[in-house]
C-alpha cells in the first residue's frame, strides 16, 4: 500500500515514500552514510531496516542484503523491498502475495517499488522521472520522481502521507551530523505536494547561500532593511533572522535575497 523510491546521488543516499497510511515516514525509510538505503513496506519487516543496514555496512551487496533478509523471513511472499548501496548498484523485490498491482523497477543508482497501486505506470512514471532529472539537488529529485508517481495513479486506496528521508556526510543542519533531510507529512489531503512545500521551507531555512547571489547591504536597501525590521521591532538583522531560523544565512554586510524576500513578506511588502 506504498510506493518508494530508493537512490543515490553522489555522495548522498534517500528513500521518498508515499502512501494511504499514517505517519509511513516513521516505518518505510532507513538510509546510513556511507553504506546505503532502504525501504521496506507492503506487510513491512521493519527488522529489515537494522538488519539490512548491518549487511550493508559490512561490504554485501543490495542482492545479496535482500537475499538474506528474504532467506531468513517466512512470511516473505508479502514484503516488498528497495535496497541501494553506496556504490549505486540497487535491487528491488516483490512478494507473490503482495496485493495488485505491485512490482517494481531498479537500474543504476536507483529503485522504485510499489504495491496496492494504480497500475505499472506508477513505477514507470517514478523512474522516468528520476532518470530524467539528474540535474536537480538530490533531494528535489526524490520528490520529483515521488511526484511523478503520484500523478499517474499512486496509491490505489488514496493518499495520506508521505516521507524525504536523505543522508549525506556532513550535510546535516549546520553542518551537524550526516542527516540532511528528514521530513514527514503523516496526514494530509495532498501528501506529496506538502512533501515538496515543506521541502521548499527547508531549503529556505537551512539551505547555503550562493555568494554570488548575495545583495550588499548599502545605500537604499540598507534603509529599507531598517525600516522593515524597525515595522517588525527589531533593532538588527540578527535577532530578527534568529528569531525566524535564518541566522545560518546571514551574511557580513550583505544580506541573501532569501532572508530579503522573507523580510519583507513578514512586513507585508510584496
Given at each position: 500500500?506504498?510506493?518508494?523510491?530508493?537512490?543515490?546521488?553522489?555522495?548522498?543516499?534517500?528513500?521518498?515514500?508515499?502512501?494511504?497510511?499514517?505517519?509511513?515516514?516513521?516505518l518505510v525509510p532507513a538510509a546510513e552514510a556511507g553504506v546505503?538505503?532502504?525501504?521496506?513496506?507492503?506487510?513491512?519487516?521493519?527488522?529489515?531496516?537494522?538488519?539490512?543496514?548491518?549487511?550493508?555496512?559490512?561490504?554485501?551487496?543490495?542482492?545479496?542484503?535482500?537475499?538474506?533478509?528474504?532467506?531468513?523471513?517466512?512470511?516473505?511472499?508479502?514484503?516488498?523491498?528497495?535496497?541501494?548501496?553506496?556504490?549505486?548498484?540497487?535491487?528491488?523485490?516483490?512478494?507473490?502475495?503482495?496485493?495488485?498491482?505491485?512490482?517494481?523497477?531498479?537500474?543504476?543508482?536507483?529503485?522504485?517499488?510499489?504495491?496496492?497501486?494504480?497500475?505499472?505506470?506508477?513505477?514507470?512514471?517514478?523512474?522516468?522521472?528520476?532518470?530524467?532529472?539528474?540535474?536537480?539537488?538530490?533531494?528535489?529529485?526524490?520528490?520529483?520522481?515521488?511526484?511523478?508517481?503520484?500523478?499517474?495513479?499512486?496509491?490505489?486506496?488514496?493518499?495520506?502521507?508521505?516521507?524525504?528521508?536523505?543522508?549525506?556526510?556532513?550535510?546535516?543542519?549546520?553542518?551537524?551530523?550526516?542527516?540532511?533531510?528528514?521530513?514527514?507529512?503523516?496526514?494530509?489531503?495532498?501528501?506529496?505536494?506538502?512533501?515538496?512545500?515543506?521541502?521548499?521551507?527547508?531549503?529556505?531555512?537551512?539551505?547555503?547561500?550562493?555568494?554570488?547571489?548575495?545583495?550588499?547591504?548599502?545605500?537604499?536597501?540598507?534603509?529599507?532593511?531598517?525600516?522593515?525590521?524597525?515595522?517588525?521591532?527589531?533593532?538588527?538583522?540578527?535577532?530578527?533572522?534568529?528569531?525566524?531560523?535564518?541566522?545560518?544565512?546571514?551574511?557580513?554586510?550583505?544580506?541573501?535575497?532569501?532572508?530579503?524576500?522573507?523580510?519583507?513578506?513578514?512586513?507585508?511588502?510584496?
Amino acid at each position: 500500500m506504498t510506493f518508494s523510491i530508493v537512490a543515490r546521488q553522489g555522495s548522498a543516499l534517500g528513500v521518498a515514500v508515499a502512501s494511504k497510511f499514517l505517519s509511513v515516514g516513521a516505518l518505510v525509510p532507513a538510509a546510513e552514510a556511507g553504506v546505503g538505503a532502504l525501504a521496506t513496506q507492503a506487510w513491512a519487516n521493519l527488522a529489515y531496516r537494522p538488519q539490512g543496514m548491518a549487511m550493508l555496512r559490512s561490504g554485501a551487496s543490495p542482492a545479496e542484503a535482500v537475499a538474506a533478509l528474504l532467506a531468513a523471513d517466512e512470511r516473505r511472499a508479502h514484503r516488498q523491498l528497495g535496497v541501494v548501496g553506496a556504490d549505486g548498484r540497487a535491487e528491488t523485490y516483490t512478494g507473490e502475495e503482495c496485493l495488485p498491482w505491485a512490482g517494481g523497477l531498479a537500474g543504476d543508482g536507483y529503485a522504485v517499488q510499489g504495491n496496492i497501486l494504480t497500475g505499472p505506470e506508477v513505477v514507470r512514471e517514478m523512474a522516468a522521472a528520476w532518470l530524467a532529472s539528474a540535474e536537480l539537488p538530490f533531494a528535489e529529485r526524490l520528490v520529483a520522481a515521488l511526484a511523478a508517481g503520484d500523478a499517474a495513479g499512486g496509491d490505489a486506496r488514496g493518499r495520506q502521507g508521505a516521507a524525504l528521508y536523505v543522508v549525506d556526510p556532513g550535510q546535516g543542519v549546520g553542518g551537524w551530523g550526516d542527516l540532511a533531510y528528514d521530513l514527514r507529512v503523516d496526514d494530509h489531503p495532498d501528501p506529496v505536494g506538502e512533501l515538496g512545500r515543506l521541502l521548499a521551507v527547508h531549503e529556505v531555512l537551512h539551505g547555503v547561500s550562493d555568494p554570488a547571489e548575495l545583495l550588499p547591504l548599502e545605500g537604499e536597501l540598507a534603509e529599507e532593511v531598517r525600516r522593515l525590521l524597525g515595522g517588525l521591532g527589531y533593532d538588527s538583522l540578527d535577532r530578527w533572522a534568529g528569531v525566524e531560523n535564518l541566522e545560518g544565512r546571514l551574511a557580513e554586510g550583505r544580506i541573501d535575497p532569501l532572508v530579503l524576500d522573507h523580510l519583507r513578506a513578514a512586513s507585508g511588502v510584496r
